[in-house]
Protein backbone atom coordinates (compact mmCIF):
# COMPACT_ATOMS: atom_id res chain seq x y z
CA UNK A 1 0.00 0.00 0.00
CA UNK A 2 1.21 3.30 -1.01
CA UNK A 3 0.57 6.15 -3.53
CA UNK A 4 2.62 7.76 -6.11
CA UNK A 5 3.12 11.39 -6.83
CA UNK A 6 6.14 12.77 -8.93
CA UNK A 7 7.78 15.59 -6.58
CA UNK A 8 11.44 17.23 -7.33
CA UNK A 9 12.97 18.19 -4.66
CA UNK A 10 15.24 21.31 -3.80
CA UNK A 11 18.29 18.51 -4.44
CA UNK A 12 17.22 17.56 -8.15
CA UNK A 13 16.34 13.96 -7.01
CA UNK A 14 12.53 13.01 -8.44
CA UNK A 15 10.43 11.24 -5.79
CA UNK A 16 7.46 9.06 -6.76
CA UNK A 17 6.84 6.71 -4.05
CA UNK A 18 5.55 7.77 -1.19
CA UNK A 19 4.49 5.00 1.73
CA UNK A 20 3.58 5.88 5.46
CA UNK A 21 5.92 3.76 7.92
CA UNK A 22 4.15 5.17 10.70
CA UNK A 23 0.82 6.10 12.21
CA UNK A 24 0.25 7.09 15.74
CA UNK A 25 -3.20 7.56 17.10
CA UNK A 26 -4.19 9.13 20.18
CA UNK A 27 -7.93 8.63 20.86
CA UNK A 28 -8.14 10.46 24.12
CA UNK A 29 -6.70 13.68 22.47
CA UNK A 30 -8.31 13.04 19.35
CA UNK A 31 -5.11 13.25 17.16
CA UNK A 32 -3.14 11.24 14.87
CA UNK A 33 0.73 11.76 13.46
CA UNK A 34 1.09 10.08 9.81
CA UNK A 35 5.17 9.95 9.01
CA UNK A 36 5.52 9.47 5.31
CA UNK A 37 8.18 8.36 3.59
CA UNK A 38 9.23 9.52 -0.11
CA UNK A 39 11.14 6.70 -2.67
CA UNK A 40 12.58 7.49 -5.94
CA UNK A 41 10.89 4.65 -7.12
CA UNK A 42 9.09 1.52 -5.31
CA UNK A 43 12.19 -0.30 -6.79
CA UNK A 44 14.40 1.71 -4.45
CA UNK A 45 12.33 1.32 -1.12
CA UNK A 46 12.23 -2.79 -2.05
CA UNK A 47 15.56 -2.69 -2.60
CA UNK A 48 15.89 -1.38 1.24
CA UNK A 49 17.56 2.23 0.14
CA UNK A 50 16.91 4.70 2.25
CA UNK A 51 13.86 7.43 1.51
CA UNK A 52 15.12 10.87 0.47
CA UNK A 53 12.30 13.02 1.82
CA UNK A 54 10.19 12.28 4.98
CA UNK A 55 7.20 14.24 6.24
CA UNK A 56 4.95 14.85 9.42
CA UNK A 57 1.63 15.35 9.23
CA UNK A 58 -0.87 15.85 11.94
CA UNK A 59 -4.33 14.82 12.05
CA UNK A 60 -6.10 17.41 14.29
CA UNK A 61 -9.35 17.08 16.16
CA UNK A 62 -11.44 18.58 13.20
CA UNK A 63 -10.54 15.89 11.10
CA UNK A 64 -9.51 13.17 13.61
CA UNK A 65 -13.55 10.92 13.75
CA UNK A 66 -13.93 11.66 9.58
CA UNK A 67 -10.68 9.38 9.12
CA UNK A 68 -9.75 7.86 12.71
CA UNK A 69 -12.56 7.29 14.55
CA UNK A 70 -13.48 3.72 16.08
CA UNK A 71 -16.60 3.87 14.26
CA UNK A 72 -15.68 5.84 11.44
CA UNK A 73 -13.02 2.50 10.88
CA UNK A 74 -15.83 -0.32 12.26
CA UNK A 75 -18.04 1.15 9.81
CA UNK A 76 -16.22 1.42 6.52
CA UNK A 77 -13.96 -1.48 7.49
CA UNK A 78 -10.89 0.81 7.17
CA UNK A 79 -7.69 -0.17 8.58
CA UNK A 80 -6.01 3.29 10.20
CA UNK A 81 -3.27 2.72 7.42
CA UNK A 82 -5.94 2.68 4.77
CA UNK A 83 -7.73 5.96 6.70
CA UNK A 84 -3.90 8.14 6.23
CA UNK A 85 -3.75 7.26 2.80
CA UNK A 86 -6.86 9.05 2.33
CA UNK A 87 -6.41 11.84 4.50
CA UNK A 88 -3.45 12.74 2.37
CA UNK A 89 -4.73 12.55 -0.93
CA UNK A 90 -8.24 14.27 0.37
CA UNK A 91 -6.61 17.17 2.45
CA UNK A 92 -2.62 17.68 1.94
CA UNK A 93 -1.59 19.65 -1.65
CA UNK A 94 1.03 17.89 -1.85
CA UNK A 95 -0.76 14.41 -2.33
CA UNK A 96 -3.76 15.73 -3.68
CA UNK A 97 -4.21 13.30 -7.15
CA UNK A 98 -2.20 10.83 -6.05
CA UNK A 99 -2.16 7.51 -7.61
CA UNK A 100 -2.78 4.27 -5.67
CA UNK A 101 0.13 1.89 -5.61
Known amino acids: MAIGK ?3 LSTGQQVYYWR ?3 VNISY ?3 M ?3 KVSGY ?3 DARR ?3 DAVEYDNISVLEDNFDNYFGINTLD ?3 KNPLQSGYNYLKENIEKFKDSLDI
Open 47 to 49: EGL
Open 20 to 22: IST
Open 32 to 34: AQI
Open 75 to 77: ATG
Open 28 to 30: SNK
Open 6 to 8: SKL
Open 40 to 42: ISE
